[in-house]
């Protein structure tokens, strides 16, 4: 079956790539490039630079498939850069990776796919798809390796994708990725993982935010739940729900961001206790049976990437939304995140936090 | 089957010249510079060299500057026609939009330097009207940098009457020759410039040669300090084997040249008018009468040219958009851009580039699968586009 991979130059899918061409699939490496190189050869630290796509590069070359780098800049640029500028500036705190796998990495391979006439579009996510018989369905489960499980990243993915999706790695844990990487002699082996956001490597979003932004944004006013001032912030782009750190504040008990209100330009602070809520509205919901269950529905509920899902009821609502009631109180429940909903290894669907 | 139609970027070497550099490389290993035997037989090969690319453009061979390929030429000549000209009033690089990055950047460097550029737009033809280069010509202009056939379109400025006019303005007239050397009659008398570059491989030579031709009196600046080779012009231990890979592709070439043109020209002709015929919304780009035999390049509506490259590529199939960036994926064309041509077509042309073992079958095989991939690719990008 000819097959193609989406190349990082990182271990995960080069092992995914190596691994597809050992199951005797012809495979075609695509790596993406997606913001300008010409200017700064070393201004992006984790993802997709000049030294990213020579990796990628030389397992394709070690593995012996075609490799082509195809250039997504704009498409970056207008699907996941404006989002992440525009959420920061509404007082959200933005996930891009979500919108880079799945609305620009995923819908575009699977384009090319077709250009190319490949049945199979792969990736080195952690993660795993199979086929529901009985159902007639695909189902999204959770990696092997439960620490590197990236479902959460991949939660929009659609049936019509996940009838394509190979996620070749999703079986293995990180360990045997880079035993098998380390027994293919590819160079990749010892390669770090990526954390940061790719597009801000020094980790400053709102520098980045307003470097992005048209006008300067608004300073904020730091309040307290009674509306007290207690000091001023360079704007509600830069901080995140939860957020204790970089505030200027000294006060006999640690403050925590609790909300963020733009319109106001506001930022309001209180103790920790503040910051637990047991219910959030999820918008723009996926279902990944491709219809909302017909009841409410009892699930673990992931409110970040790092989060340990948590025991809800998830409830299905117009307008592909939903209501999620936890069991016990969340802390920092964070607009702009993810929410992602589990059946113990599976994914049933998710939607973001408003 | 693999078929190369990106002569362009580079050619394959002719059996000949494969076998004098191999020889060459085992026979004489002797440095050109020294006085022993060795020495002198190595400076007789390069020599050799000399004479038989300068046979090719019709110059004197003491006129040779031999290079390590042609970006290393069009520094040279820029750079150093420029550095020479320092502490003079003529402070100005008059040039083209559509000239290649070496020259295009040797320019951009020289004016973060305190030089002052003009680089001319070229009408939809792709080639440059004499008006148009008047206008930009004045005292202060100190040296002329204008192509003589395009890399991506393969048209031909008419370098002959350009470089008459910089004359009467009294400025150097330097012009990157590397695709039309080998593929044109180029004649540096009838030309009337200055300094012509041309590259090796771009004939059938050998990546890393090439030489730039200097008029005699012409003051040049080295760029590269060192030893006195070349004349003082180009410091560095030649590569004896590889400049002699050089000559011999020049030889070929000036042999050859008449016939190969007339048989890749028809050839090139057959498949832009089968492509024109049989794919709907499809384009030459630039002037189809100014241009090099072995060029075309085509725009193809509502798709982008990365994809049908890509999927020439599976079918077998070699060719080129001409720009690629630094990572190697493709960027819209400057010289596209340069002639006034919207970014959209920028984007959806792909360049055909023949040369001397292109078969008639060969084309024939690109223009029967080209209809039902373009079919494809752009039904897929509208339903991608109706998606988003």
Redesign the interface.
Known sequence: MRVVVAMSGGVDSSVAASLLAQAGHEV?GLSM?LY???ES?DAFGSCCS?DD?YDA?RVASAIGI?H????FEERFQASVVRNFVSEYASGRTPIPCVHCNADLKF??LV??A???DAAGVATGHYARVVFDEPAGRYRLLRSVDRDKDQTYFLFSLTQAQLSRAMFPVGHLTKHEVRAHARACGLAVAAKPDSHEICFVPDGDAAGFVERHLDSRPREAEVVDTRGRVLGTHRGVHGLTIGQRKGLGLSAGVPLYVLRLDPDAAQVVVGPREELEQVRLTASSVNWIAGVPPDEPRRVTARIRHRHADAPATVTPETGDRAQVQFDTPQVAITPGQAVVFYDADEVIGGGWID | MRIYLDYNATSPPAPEVVEIVSRLMATEFGNASSVHAFGQRAKAVLDDARGQIAALIDADPSEIVLTSGGTEADNLAIRGATAALEGTPRRKIVTTGIEHEAVLNTIKALERRGWSATTLTLPETGVLTTDAFRAALDRDTAVVSVMHANNEVGTIQPVAQLASLAREQGALFHTDAVQSVGKIPVSVKQLGVDALSLSGHKFGGPKGTGALWIRRGVRLVSTMTGGRQERNRRAGTENVPLLAGLGVAAQLAAAHLANTARRVSALRDRLEERILATVDGTAVNGDRSARVPNTTNISFDGLEAESLLIALDLEGVAISTGSACSSGSLEPSHVLRAMGLPSSRARNSLRFSLGAATTETEIEFVAGILPGLVTKLRRLSRTAAALR
């Open positions: 075609i490039q300008d190189q010409r050869a000049l796509l590069r075609p082509y780098i195809v250039n819908a575009t384009e090319r077709d250009a190319f």
